[in-house]
């Protein structure tokens, strides 16, 4: 009964309401440039630029800086490796393979800086939405596109600190933790067990999804990761069905925007859809964040309609069978985590006598 009281509870409030702003209005900016020159389909590249401003939510002002461009290397890196699969249209096993090693590099790569959100997360998702959908811009045009809305994120999450104009000396350093040598070679350890939970998971889920003939593998993989950032068992095992959850009520949000009726605002936008569309993930993505700390059920609610937003922009396709594979391979891949995280424990910590 505790874990299924967990399950429904909403964590305490944090400063989410600022945090969402910043994140809104870095994607906000780059989406507006974008459908005032005509190509919202290109959205998707600067959505997951802008996720840069996701992190280093409550740091200081320095700190965030430091945090937010480690993880816009991160978040460009798997984009760039995506935009690249896609120009040479490499997919199927390809595609696993690259995400697995992306998946296990990028846990030991976000581990080491401490990357708050925990996990190689949205890089994989960045990784295997960007190399599944057509490009139709040049290599360097996509890769620009996120850099620049990353580097606008950078701006719009120090943007704070003109307030004050005082460069405190050591604020942009992360707080040294002590520790014996044991200790390191255990937390060394650790982040490779978890390395090899991310490669694992991902690359089981993703081949299940080329098996399966899925056409979005990537959606498995990616909600393969969601579990294993959770700090203990209960809590990746909770991560997983919020994933699974909040994927299925947010497919019920994007089926009223897709399918034809009177509460889809496509019906009364009919020649602006891309543009209603491009507001829509715009709109969606303040709640994303407002919940994302504090109910991740929740979060997925809004967030889901987002990624599959952006796919719609970038590559149109059936709505039925778009929400069908979205909800399978969620599942899939939700599970397989789950899974992997419940059979692949860390080594217990050695206790002093």
Request: proline letters at 6%; glycine letters at 10%; charged letters at 10%.
């Amino acid at each position: 009964m505790v874990h299924a009281r967990e399950l429904h509870r909403l964590g305490p409030a944090n400063n989410d309401r600022l945090s969402a702003v910043r994140v809104a209005l870095s994607v906000a900016v780059p989406a507006l440039v974008l459908i005032l020159i005509g190509r919202p389909d290109l959205m998707m590249y600067a959505v997951f630029g802008a996720l840069t401003g996701m992190y280093g939510r409550n740091e200081t002002h320095q700190l965030r800086l430091k945090h937010q461009a480690q993880a816009a290397l991160f978040l460009v890196g798997g984009l760039t490796i995506g935009v690249f699969l896609s120009v040479n249209h490499i997919h199927s096993w390809w595609l696993v393979l690259v995400a697995t090693c992306f998946a296990g590099a990028g846990s030991l790569y976000a581990d080491a800086v401490r990357l708050k959100p925990i996990g190689p997360f949205f890089g994989i998702l960045a990784l295997g939405a960007c190399a599944s959908v057509p490009t139709n811009v040049p290599l360097t045009t996509a890769v620009l596109i996120g850099a620049g809305s990353a580097a606008f994120s950078l701006l719009v999450g120090f943007a704070g600190w003109l307030r004050h104009r005082v460069w405190e000396a050591g604020a942009g350093r992360d707080v040294p933790i002590l520790r014996g040598p044991q200790r390191q070679a255990e937390l060394v350890q650790a982040a490779l067990v978890h390395a090899v939970r991310y490669s694992l998971a991902v690359g089981a889920a993703g081949a299940i999804g080329v098996l399966s003939g899925s056409g979005h593998p990537h959606w498995a993989m990616a909600a393969a990761a969601v579990p294993l950032a959770g700090a203990d068992l209960p809590s990746r095992v909770h991560r997983g069905i919020h994933r699974i959850v909040g994927t299925f009520l947010g497919l019920a949000v994007v089926a009223v925007v897709l399918f034809p009726g009177p509460l889809s605002p496509l019906q009364y936008f009919p020649g602006q859809a891309t543009v209603v569309l491009a507001v829509l993930v715009v709109l969606c993505q303040f709640p994303t964040e407002l919940f994302m700390a504090r109910h991740y059920g929740w979060a997925m609610v809004f967030f889901t309609p987002v990624i599959l937003l952006i796919a719609q922009l970038a590559a149109p396709m059936d709505p039925g069978l778009l929400l069908m594979e979205r909800a399978v391979e969620t599942f899939v891949g939700a599970v397989v985590g789950i899974a992997v995280a419940v059979l692949v424990r860390a080594p217990r910590r050695r206790v002093p006598q």
